[in-house]
């Protein structure tokens, strides 16, 4: 239990924990180094929304400070300090839903986008008065703004861990009884199939992943991470591969292999993360190290904070193989201000690399906005190749820029601040060289264990 839970945490990895799938007996091309696009090169621009966590209970002036998981609703008593802001609160407190009508509206209205990437929870975090029909309520009402204020946008959707009842209660299929998951995965195939093709619909009813063709030489494949997720206790009964889904994915990227293709993977909980079972992580290393001439881009979600996690060769870790970007909660709970992202993709043109570009995160003040009765006023917290001075965003320059973070305390603090979403209260609590030392270690999705100093 204690490695299922904690993970790197335990000292052994007790038996039957350890499972290892086959690679294809192909050999793996050798990599290629990836030049900058020509300067008129076409590009994409591409939205990313992760975690909303939207609040239809949220009660402005309610208490911000209360003893339950989730804030700021009637039930809360009277406010402990300041109450609760009409466009949202950075303490226990979800996006209102006038906070994502805003954001919406100012997007639509400002941005124009090719496509957009939507990795998972939807809920707010009240999970003990979740049911079903609440789950599906919220999974309607959210897809329903995307439909409303991006009509003509594709959007490309992954499943977070939120999204059930109990949270974090992911089935395989082999449990076909009451406890399925069926329910939900009926509903994404129902509501996706707007945006998804027949045959992606088949594997998102089977277990919640796809892939699908976005132009010619171009794939996503959306992984169903909660197959990872240390909290899904129904791993415990057979943790191997469940609904063979890495398997799947190997399959697909030999496919994309052998026709050329280049892939982009989207989902919710990165591999990894210390909520991603170890063992799943490493086979997921495995596969990018051996495929990663064809993965051009990662793009997942859950921890909220502005970061990322890289990854190396398990057989030779000095060798980087590929990077995870982790979208910007929209909602601000637990010290963040609200945010989303924008990646500029190398384009749709013969040969190209579909590598990101840049990355641009754009963020709204909560504390100004509920302060001075305006609406929120959203703008670009920084471009990542003008804040840190990048000339490409590829995986071994993310590296190399964790080598001066990693001494470089000006580099560092402009890091944290841009970590948390630029929140007064958070950036000001500072990160010392033991919580930087494991900081660092996290976002580096080595072997080694991260010990956190309390």
């Not at 350890?18 to 192909?26: A, E, G, T």
């Not at 939807?122 to 009509?151: C, E, S």
């Not at 970007?325 to 201000?337: A, C, E, I, R, W």
């Not at 690399?353 to 504390?367: G, P």
């Amino acid at each position: 239990m204690c490695n299922f839970v904690t993970g790197a945490s335990c000292a052994v990895d007790p038996p039957g924990t350890h499972w290892s799938l086959p690679l294809p007996d192909v050999p793996k091309p050798p990599a290629k180094d990836i030049p900058p696009p020509a300067p008129n090169a076409p590009r994409l621009r591409v939205l990313h929304l992760s975690d909303l966590h939207f609040d239809m209970f949220y009660q402005e002036g309610a208490n911000a400070e209360c003893s339950d998981p989730l804030c700021c609703r009637r039930e809360n008593g009277a406010p402990v300090g300041k109450p609760a802001g009409r466009w949202g609160d950075s303490r226990n407190c979800d996006s209102p839903v006038r906070l994502m009508e805003n954001m919406f509206s100012w997007i639509s209205a400002n941005e124009k986008v090719d496509y957009i990437l939507w990795t998972g929870d939807l809920p707010a975090h009240d999970i003990w008065n979740q049911t079903k029909q609440m789950q599906l309520l919220v999974l309607k009402m959210t897809t329903k703004y995307l439909r409303g204020f991006f009509p003509n946008t594709p959007v490309f959707p992954a499943l977070g861990n939120h999204e059930s009842s109990p949270v974090d209660s992911f089935p395989p299929r082999f449990i076909n009884d009451t406890n399925s998951i069926k329910w939900l995965y009926d509903a994404l195939a129902t509501t996706w199939n707007q945006w998804l093709p027949a045959d992606a619909i088949k594997t998102v009813s089977h277990g919640g992943f796809y892939r699908v063709k976005v132009f010619p030489g171009f794939r996503i494949i959306s992984l169903n991470t909660n197959y990872c997720n240390n909290m899904n206790w129904w791993l415990l009964i057979n943790m191997t591969d469940p609904d063979n889904e890495l398997q799947w994915l190997i399959t697909e990227l030999q496919d994309a292999e052998n026709t050329g293709d280049k892939v982009h993977i989207i989902g919710h909980i990165p591999p990894g993360s210390g909520d991603c079972l170890r063992v799943w992580s490493q086979n997921y290393f495995r596969i990018i190290a051996r495929y990663e001439d064809t993965i051009r881009g990662q793009y997942y979600g859950h921890e909220h904070s502005d970061s990322m996690h890289i990854y190396y060769d398990p057989a030779n870790e000095a060798h980087v193989t590929g990077l995870s970007f982790l979208g910007p909660s929209v909602t601000p709970y637990q010290g963040f201000n609200p945010g989303y992202r924008i990646y500029t993709i190398d384009g749709n043109y013969a040969n190209s690399s579909w590598v990101t570009l840049d990355h641009e995160t754009y963020i709204a003040n909560l504390t100004e906005a509920n302060d001075s009765g305006n609406p929120p006023k959203w703008f670009k917290e920084y471009s990542a190749k003008e804040a840190y001075g990048l000339e490409q965003l590829l995986p071994a320059d993310w590296d190399a820029l964790m080598n001066d973070m990693e001494t470089d305390d000006v580099l560092f603090h402009k890091f944290w601040q841009y970590y948390w979403k630029s929140e007064d209260k958070s950036v000001s609590v500072g990160c010392d060289a033991p919580c930087r030392k494991y900081l660092l270690c996290r976002i580096r999705a080595r072997s080694e264990n991260c010990v956190k100093v309390q």
